[in-house]
């Protein structure tokens, strides 16, 4: 079965980019919408984006200015990256995969387990 | 700040029943289906409905989706021990461009 792993840095200083990527195995990449949601501490499910496997993005409009992510398939991975970042940017990072290969409404069915990312100097 | 309205907590004793309101707008619910997660601390959240009122695969029959307006619910029965978690509802939201939007979060609690 398909098992997503996020990783990254787990420290980033404010004003600089937090990047992390997640890795896809036991399945394809190239089918799906692939996302990005995190959880500050103390707060719930805040939804970041997504790509699809052909490349289309789709993100939060709050987040959006700051936001991109993009898709290698040759290494089955996808990646967040988000600039300038702030204390407010604390969280835990999901990535996930979606339940249906064609639509997204029907929400994310497979998640990986999460990785802490901390905004402090 | 989420458009979607939940209500912070719910409790239910053993082998009883609590529903989850999720309270929307035309954007997202009124026009798209709703999906359900649980999030248990420290672990990966699982989507434990899709499409109003479809359990995905493994998901047990004591839960249940409904969808009327702008307003969703989510019904556990049999409560059980193992359902105390952070329940959210979630939908795809038509403005802005279009984007993906999660409720408030509800606590359930197993008294």
């Known amino acids: 079965q398909v098992q997503l792993q996020e990783s990254g840095p787990g420290l980033v200083k404010p004003s600089e980019t937090l990047s992390l990527t997640c890795t896809v195995s036991?399945?394809?990449?190239?089918?799906?919408?692939w996302s990005w949601i995190r959880q500050p501490p103390g707060k719930g499910l805040e939804w970041i984006g997504y790509?699809?496997?052909?490349?289309?993005?789709n993100y939060n409009p709050s987040l959006k200015s700051r936001v991109t992510i993009s898709i290698d398939t040759s290494k089955s991975q996808f990646s967040l990256k988000l600039n300038s970042v702030t204390t407010a940017d604390t969280a835990v990072y999901y990535c996930?995969?979606?339940?249906?290969?064609?639509?997204?409404?029907?929400?994310?069915?497979?998640w990986g387990q999460g990785t802490t990312v901390t905004v402090s100097s | 700040q989420s458009v979607l309205t939940q209500p912070p907590s719910a409790s239910g004793t053993p082998g009883h029943s609590v529903t989850i309101s999720c309270s929307g707008s035309?954007?997202?619910?009124?026009?798209?289906?709703v999906n359900w997660y649980q999030h248990l601390p420290g672990t990966a959240p699982k989507l434990l409905m899709y499409?109003?009122?479809q359990r995905p695969s493994g998901v047990p029959d004591r839960f249940s989706g409904s969808k009327s307006g702008t307003s969703a619910s989510l019904a556990i029965s049999g409560l059980q021990s193992e359902d105390e978690a952070d329940y959210y509802c979630?939908?795809?939201?038509?403005?802005?461009?279009?984007?993906?939007?999660f409720g408030t979060g509800t606590k359930v609690t197993v008294l």
């Open positions: 996930a995969r979606s339940m249906a290969a064609r639509l997204y409404s029907y929400g994310m069915g497979v």
């Open positions: 036991g399945g394809s990449i190239n089918s799906f919408f």
């Open positions: 790509i699809y496997y052909s490349g289309s993005t």
């Open positions: 035309s954007s997202n619910i009124g026009s798209n289906t």
């Open positions: 499409s109003n009122n």
């Open positions: 979630a939908a795809w939201d038509d403005s802005l461009n279009g984007h993906y939007v």
